[in-house]
């Protein structure tokens, strides 16, 4: 057990609809990373936040955004979805200590969350 | 965009046997980390290696990072159906780029 928790487990909605996915990170960890994991496009990072602040952004689309809430939880929506969206999404935690992505911080991940697009 | 290429992307070996995974890069890399990802969980941090010709062990897995920086492989000793998984290698950038994925699997 990693110590950081997503919601839900599973999710199966339909296209164009609109989802959130819910992450509280391991206690004391400043940072939260979301991935998107796909069979054709492997585990690619979206964004991070650090104490409520977005410190960077990788391949995350448009419609996609995120927030970090004052207790630390994050939030990750996904709006007008389509099918290409079906993925496993994961959020890690870090303690995060200078803010920025470092190349040598231990992240720890969630079970993962995994989004069926019908 | 730095590209992380994982050889092979797939491996199905017997138990006891000797592999090595590679991650190779056209890239030099400041740092490199091992992670392994189970079936239905996140993956899990193995090893980081920062420094060229750095060879790390981990038990029966030896991870060893390129003079030059720009490539790793993982090696595993006689291996136990627990080391079955996806093996990710992932870059020290801020893009926090991850490698193609070796899948391996450990036959009893």
């Known amino acids: 057990d990693s110590g950081v928790t997503q919601t839900p487990k599973h999710l199966i909605t339909a296209t164009g609809q609109r989802v959130t996915l819910r992450c509280s990170p391991r206690s004391g960890d400043l940072s939260v990373y979301w991935y998107q994991q796909s069979l054709d496009q492997g585990l690619q990072f979206l964004i991070q936040y650090y104490n409520g602040e977005e410190r960077a952004k990788g391949n995350i689309l448009e419609r996609f955004s995120a927030q970090q809430f004052p207790d630390l939880h994050s939030e990750l929506n996904l709006s007008s979805l389509e099918l290409g969206d079906s993925a496993l999404y994961f959020c890690?935690?870090?303690?995060?200590?200078?803010?920025?992505?470092?190349?040598?911080?231990?992240?720890?991940f969630g079970p993962g969350t995994r989004l069926t697009v019908l | 965009t730095q590209l992380l290429e994982q050889s092979p992307q797939f491996l199905s070996i017997q138990e006891g046997e000797n592999l090595t995974v590679y991650c190779n890069s056209s890239s030099v890399f400041s740092s490199l980390q091992w992670y392994r990802q189970e079936p239905g969980e996140g993956p899990v941090l193995l090893v980081t290696v920062v420094t060229g010709g750095e060879v790390k062990k981990l038990k029966r897995l030896t991870f060893q990072f390129g003079d030059a920086r720009k490539d790793s492989s993982l090696h595993i000793t006689a291996a136990q159906t627990g080391d079955t998984g996806l093996y990710l290698c992932?870059?020290?950038?801020?893009?926090?780029?991850f490698g193609t994925g070796t899948r391996l699997t450990i036959i009893p």
């Open positions: 890690a935690s870090s303690p995060g200590s200078s803010g920025r992505p470092s190349s040598t911080d231990t992240q720890y």
């Open positions: 992932r870059s020290g950038n801020e893009k926090l780029t």
